[in-house]
T-cell receptor, first 115, second 115 residues
Framework: GAGVSQSPSNKVTEKGKDVELRCDPI?????LYWYRQSLGQGLEFLIYFQGNSAPDKSGLPSDRFSAERTGGSVSTLTIQRTQQEDSAVYLC?????????????FGPGTRLTVL | AQKVTQAQTEISVVEKEDVTLDCVYETRDTTYYLFWYKQPPSGELVFLIR??????QNEISGRYSWNFQKSTSSFNFTITASQVVDSAVYFCALSEAFGNEKLTFGTGTRLTIIP
């Protein structure tokens, strides 16, 4: 079956602009996660959605970052007023069950470059 | 707080040699899950294995094997008869069962197989 898909694969933007990154999880997966991978910080958790529960936003680095998940499926990560330190690969993952009880499968990522 | 340590930043071995990647974890939970992911040059994180804290049986899958030892909080990964296609960055990760469903990753080990 289809895996996790993300778009765009690459995004170049100017400092101060807003960007939206999209994630389509594996069909039927109830949990969706966003992570960020950067040279200095490794792989960091950003936010987690599980069903209709309130998302776990504990990893969002600032209030410029937000995410939503519509209809329990597609998710959009929005970064407002981008800064150069936001440059990273943004990875989305989904799992059938929440937490470690199930495996998280990752998408190919969106490489964000802020000039 | 949970933590994963991969002390080996980079390893190079000649093709057909065996290689072991180390992973040490910290968690206060009695129920947790351990993972290994492979990130080849293409960038996508590929799931390799998931183990829960109640199952200390070692596992073998082809040339891959995993040694889980709760007494030393380690979950090491061995590749037997390495091949060039094994060249990648390998990440060990930890997730707790409830209340902290994110993956906490180690910093990764870059494995280079020399032909």
């Amino acid at each position: 079956g289809a895996g996790v898909s993300q778009s765009p694969s690459n995004k170049v933007t100017e400092k101060g602009k807003d960007v939206e990154l999209r994630c389509d999880p594996i069909s039927g997966h109830t949990a969706l996660y966003w992570y960020r991978q950067s040279l200095g910080q490794g792989l960091e958790f950003l936010i987690y959605f599980q069903g209709n529960s309130a998302p776990d936003k504990s990893g969002l680095p600032s209030d410029r970052f937000s995410a939503e998940r519509t209809g329990g499926s597609v998710s959009t990560l929005t970064i407002q007023r981008t800064q150069q330190e936001d440059s990273a690969v943004y990875l989305c993952a989904s799992s059938f069950l929440a937490g470690g009880r199930d495996t998280q499968y990752f998408g190919p990522g969106t490489r964000l470059t802020v000039l | 707080a949970q933590k994963v340590t991969q002390a080996q930043t980079e390893i190079s071995v000649v093709e057909k040699e065996d290689v072991t990647l180390d992973c040490v974890y910290e968690t206060r939970d009695t129920t947790y899950y351990l993972f290994w992911y492979k990130q080849p040059p293409s960038g996508e994180l590929v799931f390799l294995i998931r183990r829960n804290s109640f199952d200390e049986q070692n596992e073998i899958s082809g040339r891959y094997s995993w040694n889980f030892q709760k007494s030393t909080s380690s979950f090491n990964f061995t590749i037997t008869a390495s091949q060039v296609v094994d060249s990648a960055v390998y990440f060990c990760a930890l997730s707790e069962a409830f209340g902290n469903e994110k993956l906490t990753f180690g910093t990764g080990t870059r494995l280079t197989i020399i032909p």
